[in-house]
């Protein structure tokens, strides 16, 4: 017996549960039901990050508290994965006091151990991947983030460092001695390449904004929330679970997207380290996953929201969806979740292949003996090939689950599927049973057997079917126990010879053309090209579409007279002695930067601004603020003056005209 302790990334409540982060969870959970199955003791971990600038923000969009929108928000994450037959052990929230306690804790280790010092930090930020970025990373112009193509923002403020520097060596140490601590392969030479070229402190705290952990005996400073939200790991775990679940005989295995890899192979062993933690109370592995998209686009705010799990495993079921999650996409690499081949390999693989595999075998065993297991009689080569067969891919399918690839897993369990469909056509029990009706119920007998192979085997990635199957076989649900390993081997012995079966319809029922094309006008969703914001429960109604009060209708040579364009924000500073004014140069793509002053000192720190993709009037007249301060333009922004959202626009270098 051993411990298997997995967790997947927690996720930001400035979205909701969508098809990406479905993803993980749901291969987490699939890896822990085999590990179940072969007798471990499992934990499973997930849970929402709430802290940082992000969320704060996007509460202050919502009109919120920035707790009252996490709750909200955490609770839809807390009620989706059950409906995906995901059972995590806890579901931890950063704003858990027990976390809270433990952070500080870890800081307050850190800290005695020398590793946190206070100084200044002046560099590039993005919000949306609430990191630093080294100028060398940013897309130009405009300065965007590379993944969020969005414009970073320059913070300088008082900081704490955490000495990452220090930990160079023992890091390059580490991965040197545990090859498996970073997977794939081709992950872990970046990784290693990364820490090669050197690396920086890292600036750990901020004082622009509260949403955070406070900083122990300095509060006007909130913890950096990647330091908050990597420590979930060991926080989420009490005394007791902490001793069974992070212990040298446990297994602890990071569950991440690829484009988060870094932060918990570099930061979080080096916190760990830092803290006086041992290198064998370190994580055993980090396995980052690739990229999905959908049907073949790139999952952006807006597709990624208007494809919903939730909707797909109401219409299929959670077991389908999981299906298609682990079997369509190779674990490590990108991959793209295609609508249509959902419905393709529903047909193919679960209806053809195994669903009819079960009926068309318990229909002949009502046709040729009553409805009950048959009796095994001698076997011949036939039978052997398959019992051998169906040995050897066992094996492969508890070698793919161990060496985290349930690809490979699905891929060698339908192969049994596949071969025991080959076998009834070579056997024909249908024509053997006129010259020898022992033989057919040896066919029978062995097809039953196969069955309840397999219907064990779907277990950590089809709970669900996985029951109705054994209940048709007039089976009890797989039933695991600490110590007690349940996921096949071979096949043989699970049926009694005239126990009673019970036939229930088709497994998978198929879908004829028309009902296909349904379901794919049901499930493929329409995406609107705007972003769409995140919905929580309580949310107020969206605007009408022509709301009260529009102004009046005006002609498109009207609006023609409107100089929109595209700028980026160069400089930004407080105007003395006025609460509401900033005084910004904003590159227009002309020869020189224009001066704007704008109303916008109680939305945003000057900080903010710098390096922001606005939309500006260009061609508004001039407006005197008085002592030479003079406006030429006006930047767009919607909201009251203290919540104020700018307009902005992604893609188009300072100048461009908005038409
Ligand atoms: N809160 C951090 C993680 C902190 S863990 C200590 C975070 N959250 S997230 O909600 O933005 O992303 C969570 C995970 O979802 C990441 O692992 C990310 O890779 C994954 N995915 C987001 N979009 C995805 C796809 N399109 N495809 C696959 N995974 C994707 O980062």
């Not at 060698?412 to 080959?422: D, G, H, L, V, Y």
Request: glycine share 6%; aromatic share 8%.
């Amino acid at each position: 017996m051993g411990r298997f302790y997995v967790t997947t990334p927690i996720y930001y409540v400035n979205d909701v549960p969508h098809l990406g982060t479905a993803y993980t969870t749901v291969v987490a959970d699939a890896l822990r039901r085999f590990h179940l199955a072969i007798g471990d003791e499992t934990f499973m971990l997930t849970g929402t990050d709430e802290h940082g600038q992000k969320i704060e923000r996007q509460a202050r969009e919502e009109g919120l508290a920035p707790k009252e929108f996490c709750d909200r928000i955490s609770e839809r994450f807390k009620d989706a994965w059950p409906k995906l037959d995901v059972a995590y052990d806890r579901f931890i929230r950063t704003t858990d006091p027990d976390h809270e306690a433990f952070v500080k804790d870890l800081w307050e280790k850190i800290a005695k151990n020398g590793d946190l010092y206070l100084g200044h930090y002046e560099d590039w930020y993005c919000v949306g991947c609430e990191a630093f970025k080294t100028e060398k990373e940013l897309a130009q112009p405009g300065n965007l983030c590379p993944i969020h193509k969005k414009p970073v923002e320059r913070v300088k403020e008082e900081t704490y460092f955490f000495k990452l520097s220090r930990w160079e060596k023992p890091l390059l140490e580490l991965y040197a001695k545990r090859p498996g601590f970073i997977q794939p392969e081709t992950r872990r030479n970046e990784v290693l390449s990364f820490v090669q070229s050197g690396l920086k402190d890292l600036s750990c705290s901020r004082t622009s904004f509260t949403w955070g952990i406070p900083v122990p005996n300095d509060p006007k400073h909130v913890m950096y929330v990647w330091f908050d939200a990597l420590s979930n790991y060991r926080s989420a775990l009490g005394a007791g679970d902490l001793a069974r679940f992070w212990a040298p005989s446990a297994k602890v295995l990071h569950l991440v997207g690829k484009d988060i890899l870094r932060f918990h192979t570099v930061f979080w062993p080096a916190f760990l380290l830092s803290a006086g933690y041992k290198e064998e109370e370190l994580p055993d592995a980090v396995f980052a996953h690739g990229f999905l998209t959908i049907d073949g686009q790139k999952m952006g705010k807006s597709l990624r929201n208007a494809v919903d799990p939730l909707k797909i495993a109401a219409e299929l079921g959670p077991d389908v969806l999981r299906y298609q999650l682990l079997r369509a996409i190779a674990f490590g690499q990108d991959g793209d979740f295609d609508h249509a081949a959902l419905v393709e390999r529903y047909n193919a693989d679960l209806g053809k292949n195994l669903g009819n595999l079960l009926s068309r075998t318990l229909g002949l065993c009502a046709k040729l003996n009553d409805g009950r297991v048959p009796a095994m009689g001698p076997k011949t080569g036939l039978e052997e090939d398959l019992f051998a067969r169906t040995k050897e891919l066992l094996a492969s399918a508890r070698a793919a689950w161990l060496g985290l690839e349930p690809h490979r897993a699905l891929e060698a369990t339908w192969a049994i599927s596949a071969a025991a469909n080959q076998y009834v056509d070579r056997a024909a029990p249908w024509a053997a049973v006129k010259t020898d009706p022992a033989r057919a119920h040896t066919h029978l007998a062995t097809l039953l057997e196969v069955l309840a192979v397999l219907s064990a085997a779907i277990w950590p990635a089809m709970p669900r079917k996985s029951d109705a199957m054994r209940a048709q076989l007039g089976l009890e649900p797989l039933r695991t126990a600490i110590g007690t390993d349940v996921f096949p081997t071979a096949m043989g012995g699970a049926l009694t010879a005239g126990a009673p079966l019970a036939p229930a319809g088709p497994l998978f029922p198929t879908y004829d053309e028309k009902a296909e094309k349904e379901l794919l006008a049901r499930l493929v969703p329409k995406v609107e090209e705007k972003e769409t914001k995140v919905e929580t429960t309580n949310a107020p109604a969206p605007a009408p579409a022509a709301p009260e009060g529009a102004s009046a209708a005006i002609t498109y040579d009207d609006f023609a007279k409107v100089d929109l364009r595209v700028g980026v924000v160069l400089t930004c500073e407080k105007v003395p002695k006025k609460d509401k004014l900033l005084r910004l140069t904003v590159d227009l793509g002309e020869a020189e930067p224009r001066q704007i002053v704008a109303g916008l000192a109680l939305s945003f720190t000057a900080e903010a601004l710098v390096g922001r993709k606005v939309v500006v009037v260009a061609n508004l007249a001039p407006r005197d603020f008085g002592k030479g301060l003079v406006s030429h333009g006006m930047l767009l922004a919607s909201g009251p003056s203290e919540a104020l959202q700018l307009a902005t626009v992604v893609d188009a270098p300072p100048g461009a005209r908005l038409k």
